[in-house]
């Protein structure tokens, strides 16, 4: 297809998620186009290394799609973070709570899997994953258990895990797609010692709690102001993260998730799944050693 469309400026990835890496790093040695891809970026770190550096040798820019950065209420969160108005950051929580039947998985074969996908942390959670580490920063440790409640697949549908970032705070992420019989909630919490944050809805899309010590005219509003109403899970965000895209590429402005960022919560997920794996706590930075993600059933551990 590039070959009859040469004029192309940026590819964007949305093959599967265990070929992420592979197609990425062939179409930026053949053809040198900017790429677009779809989370999460890779299944293991080691190919996200490969990505970000095929990319730095070409010279083009790797983009991983984390949408929902753009959500309304997520950048007021943001913007009350950067402004210091919760102080001491206490605990974040995220909540995944969607429905996948079993017919969800029978419509591909990859899916569900290790090799090509990952569960409900690796794939519907990795964008609040990523929410709760742009907003409580670096995570220092990690400790989590998973189960496969509902339905037959090799991964989990499934799982809680417990965080302990650099700056003191604890994450709390409860991620399951075991909800019957329709999606519940994708929400994210922010609490600290100035204030409380909650935002809820199905797709982290609608503000329900904002309560800060140094309440200002404008806290009054924002529960009404900031909320959408998107039809389905994925939300608005795309196409404000597409412009993004544009705009760095035609203005070189800041990428707000170039491949870098893409991978810190890929090192996150890889970490609680080295630590199902193991049943201890895994500190960042490691080498996965017992993670499957990434592998098919017989490669070694």
Same mark, same amino acid.
């Given at each position: 297809?590039?070959? !009859?469309?040469? +004029?192309?400026?940026?590819?964007? @990835?949305?093959?599967?998620? #265990?070929?992420?890496?592979?197609?990425?790093?062939?179409?930026?040695?053949?053809?040198?186009?900017?790429?677009?891809?779809?989370?999460?970026?890779?299944?293991?770190?080691?190919?996200?290394? &490969?990505? @970000?550096? %095929?990319?730095?040798?070409?010279?083009?820019?790797?983009?991983?799609?984390?949408?929902?950065?753009?959500?309304?209420?997520?950048?007021?969160?943001?913007?009350?973070?950067?402004?210091?108005?919760?102080? !001491?950051?206490?605990?974040?929580?995220?909540? $995944?709570?969607?429905?996948?039947?079993?017919?969800?998985?029978?419509?591909?074969?990859?899916?569900? %899997?290790? *090799?090509?996908?990952?569960?409900?942390?690796?794939? /519907?959670?990795?964008?609040?994953?990523?929410?709760?580490?742009?907003?409580?920063?670096?995570? $220092?440790?990690?400790?989590?258990?998973?189960?496969?409640?509902?339905?037959?697949?090799? %991964?989990?549908?499934?799982?809680?895990?417990?965080?302990?970032?650099?700056?003191?705070?604890?994450?709390?992420?409860? *991620?399951?797609? *075991?909800?019957?019989? !329709?999606?519940?909630?994708?929400?994210?919490?922010?609490?600290? +010692?100035?204030?409380?944050?909650? @935002?809820? #809805?199905? *797709?982290?899309? /609608?503000? !329900? %709690?904002?309560?800060?010590?140094?309440?200002?005219? +404008?806290?009054?509003?924002? @529960? /009404?102001?900031?909320?959408?109403?998107?039809?389905?899970?994925?939300?608005?965000?795309?196409?404000?993260?597409?412009?993004?895209?544009?705009?760095?590429?035609?203005?070189?402005?800041?990428?707000?998730?170039?491949?870098? &960022?893409?991978?810190?919560?890929?090192?996150?997920?890889?970490?609680?799944?080295?630590?199902?794996?193991?049943?201890?706590?895994?500190?960042?930075?490691?080498?996965?050693?017992?993670?499957?993600?990434?592998?098919?059933?017989?490669?070694?551990?």
């Amino acid at each position: 297809m590039l070959e !009859k469309h040469p +004029e192309a400026d940026v590819v964007s @990835i949305l093959t599967e998620s #265990g070929n992420h890496a592979e197609h990425t790093i062939d179409i930026v040695k053949k053809f040198k186009k900017h790429v677009v891809v779809e989370k999460p970026m890779a299944l293991n770190l080691s190919k996200a290394d &490969e990505m @970000i550096r %095929t990319c730095d040798e070409n010279g083009v820019k790797l983009f991983v799609v984390k949408q929902n950065r753009y959500n309304l209420p997520v950048m007021k969160l943001r913007e009350a973070l950067e402004q210091g108005r919760f102080g !001491k950051l206490v605990i974040g929580t995220v909540r $995944v709570r969607w429905c996948r039947p079993q017919e969800y998985y029978d419509q591909d074969a990859w899916r569900g %899997t290790w *090799a090509m996908d990952g569960g409900v942390f690796a794939n /519907q959670a990795s964008h609040h994953v990523d929410l709760l580490e742009w907003m409580l920063g670096e995570p $220092v440790s990690v400790f989590a258990k998973s189960r496969t409640a509902l339905v037959n697949i090799e %991964t989990e549908d499934t799982g809680v895990a417990v965080i302990q970032f650099k700056n003191g705070a604890l994450g709390i992420i409860e *991620a399951t797609t *075991a909800t019957r019989p !329709k999606d519940l909630e994708g929400s994210l919490s922010i609490l600290g +010692e100035r204030g409380s944050v909650e @935002i809820g #809805g199905f *797709a982290v899309n /609608q503000m !329900k %709690t904002w309560n800060f010590i140094d309440e200002t005219e +404008e806290d009054k509003l924002v @529960i /009404q102001n900031y909320a959408e109403m998107p039809p389905n899970v994925y939300g608005f965000g795309h196409v404000k993260y597409l412009e993004n895209v544009c705009d760095n590429l035609l203005n070189h402005t800041r990428a707000l998730v170039d491949g870098l &960022e893409g991978r810190k919560s890929l090192e996150l997920i890889n970490a609680i799944y080295e630590s199902i794996e193991t049943g201890k706590e895994v500190f960042l930075r490691f080498q996965p050693k017992k993670c499957k993600l990434g592998k098919r059933n017989g490669d070694k551990q």
